[in-house]
């Protein structure tokens, strides 16, 4: 019976993923090419206005000329651009029925995910507690690497494609059982930390 349900989780989770991909990798690219489109405007006029500049908290303008905007010495936005578009070719190939076997192909794009939500979390906390202002087309990006760096984990660790080590079976259980409350959990955390940090702003 457990073999059956855990079947039957993997069917549907394979179902949903590549639409997890695309959907979500297309949101990313969008909100990554319009912050080129908004840097290269201001390149070519500094008095320019930015679409996301809504309030002095609110403002890609506060976040887009940082030195955490370039963290690698170009436009963060161009690291989106590659990256979600590698992210929509992999869900692309999966609702046209490519069955990839190789294990070298799903852990690299793994780590390609392992990076993306590393380096959001690293930019929401310069973002936040750092820069003192939240641009929305980067938390546009932030919203949708986290679910395609949590879906793609469990995803491979359903398909076999990863491991973890012995004797964390449970861990693995727990994970699977309470995806969506856990993705839930990481949303509302950055929730809160943006609420208390600009409390004065908002009126909490």
Sequence with gaps: MA??????????LSKYFPWLLVGGGSLGLVAAFVLTLEKI???KNPEHVLSCDINPIVACGSVINTWQASAFGFPNPLIGIFGFGAVIVVGVSLLAGMDIKKVWYWRTFWAGTVFGAGFIHWL???SIYRIGALCPYCMV?????VPIFWYT???????GYLKLPSGYGKIQDFMQR???GLLLAWYLI????????FWYFFGF
């Design 3 to 12: 073999k059956k349900v855990a079947s039957t989780k993997q069917a549907k």
């Design 41 to 43: 405007a201001l390149l």
């Design 178 to 180: 309470n995806h969506f």
């Design 153 to 159: 984990t469990l995803w491979l660790l359903r398909a």
């Design 141 to 145: 990006v932030w919203s949708v690497t």
């Design 190 to 197: 950055v929730f809160f930390a943006i609420m208390n940090r």
């Design 124 to 126: 929401a906390f310069q």
